[in-house]
C-alpha cells in the first residue's frame, strides 16, 4: 500500500516488566465516576455512567515533561486508574467483562476545566476541553495476570509533594466490570482500547514549573512535570 505521506507512528503504552509495548487504539474516559468527585462537580451520586474520547496520541510517558496547555488558564489534575483491553467485545455482559482486560495501570486526565464549564454553559461538546494534545498521561501497564483484578487499592496525587486526591478504587460508582459492559452497549471494543475509569475528589488546578505524582497501590506510579514558563 502506498501513503501520499508517511503514516504517523502507532501510539503505544510500555509494559511493565518487558520490553514489549502495547499499541493503543482508542481511549475511553468515564465522567464523574466516584461520588465525592459527582458532589464536588455539583451533581448527584449515582447517575448512569457517561463517556467521552481522547486521542489515542493524546498519551504521555511516564516521567515526561509537558507543556502547560495552550489556550487555558485553569489547567486542572485527574488522576485515574487505567483499564487496558486485550480484547474484542459488544454488548459483553458484565460476569465476562474482566475477560476482556490486559492490564491496568495509572493515568492524568488533564483537563482545561474553564473550557469545559463554557461547554456546559452553552451545551457544546468537551472535546477541546479533554482531547487535547498530551492531555493523557499513563504510566506502564502492569498485565492482569501478574497482579489480578483489583476491587480495592489506594488512589492518590500529589502535586509538589502536597496531597490532593486521596481515594481508593473501590469507591467508585461503577466498577471496572460495569464500566466495561456499559461502554460496550454503545460501541464495539477491541484490543489495544485504553478506558480511563473516572477520578476522585480533590481535583484542581496545575501551574508551570509544577510536578505531579500520580499512585495506584499495586499497580504503579505516574510522575509529570508540567514546563516551567519562560
Known amino acids: 500500500m502506498r501513503y501520499?505521506?508517511?503514516p504517523p507512528a502507532v501510539p503505544s503504552v510500555a509494559v511493565a516488566g518487558s520490553d514489549a509495548?502495547?499499541?493503543?487504539?482508542?481511549?475511553?474516559?468515564?465522567?464523574?465516576?466516584?461520588?465525592?468527585?459527582?458532589?464536588?462537580?455539583?451533581?448527584?451520586?449515582?447517575?448512569?455512567?457517561?463517556?467521552?474520547?481522547?486521542?489515542?496520541?493524546a498519551l504521555?510517558?511516564?516521567g515526561a515533561t509537558i507543556p502547560y496547555a495552550c489556550a487555558t488558564k485553569n489547567l486542572h489534575h485527574e488522576v485515574e486508574?487505567?483499564?487496558a483491553l486485550g480484547s474484542a467485545g459488544k454488548d459483553v455482559p458484565v460476569a465476562r467483562a474482566l475477560d476482556l482486560v490486559y492490564g491496568y495501570a495509572v493515568g492524568f486526565d488533564l483537563t482545561r476545566r474553564d473550557l469545559q464549564n463554557e461547554a456546559k454553559k452553552d451545551g457544546r461538546p468537551w472535546e477541546l476541553a479533554k482531547a487535547f494534545d498530551r492531555s493523557a498521561p499513563c504510566s506502564a501497564l502492569v498485565p492482569a495476570a501478574v497482579i489480578?483484578?483489583?476491587?480495592?487499592?489506594?488512589?492518590?496525587?500529589?502535586?509538589?509533594?502536597?496531597?490532593?486526591?486521596?481515594?481508593?478504587?473501590s469507591e467508585m460508582i461503577w466498577n471496572v466490570a460495569e464500566t466495561?459492559?456499559?461502554?460496550?452497549?454503545?460501541?464495539?471494543?477491541?484490543?489495544?482500547?485504553?478506558?480511563f475509569t473516572?477520578?476522585?475528589?480533590?481535583?484542581?488546578?496545575?501551574?508551570?514549573?509544577?510536578?505531579?505524582?500520580?499512585?495506584?497501590?499495586?499497580?504503579?506510579?505516574?510522575?509529570?512535570?508540567?514546563?516551567?514558563?519562560?
Open 180 to 195: 466495561i459492559s456499559a461502554l460496550s452497549r454503545y460501541v464495539e471494543l477491541a484490543a489495544g482500547d485504553l478506558i
Open 60 to 62: 504521555v510517558e511516564d
Open 4 to 6: 501520499v505521506f508517511p
Open 81 to 83: 486508574l487505567v483499564v
Open 148 to 169: 489480578g483484578h483489583p476491587k480495592s487499592a489506594a488512589i492518590s496525587l500529589t502535586v509538589d509533594g502536597q496531597p490532593r486526591q486521596a481515594s481508593d478504587v
Open 198 to 230: 473516572g477520578t476522585p475528589e480533590g481535583v484542581g488546578p496545575v501551574l508551570p514549573g509544577q510536578v505531579l505524582v500520580g499512585s495506584i497501590a499495586g499497580i504503579g506510579t505516574l510522575r509529570c512535570t508540567i514546563e516551567a514558563a519562560r
Open 21 to 57: 509495548r502495547f499499541p493503543v487504539r482508542r481511549i475511553w474516559c468515564v465522567g464523574r465516576n466516584y461520588a465525592a468527585h459527582a458532589r464536588e462537580m455539583g451533581m448527584s451520586d449515582r447517575e448512569p455512567p457517561f463517556f467521552f474520547a481522547k486521542p489515542a496520541d
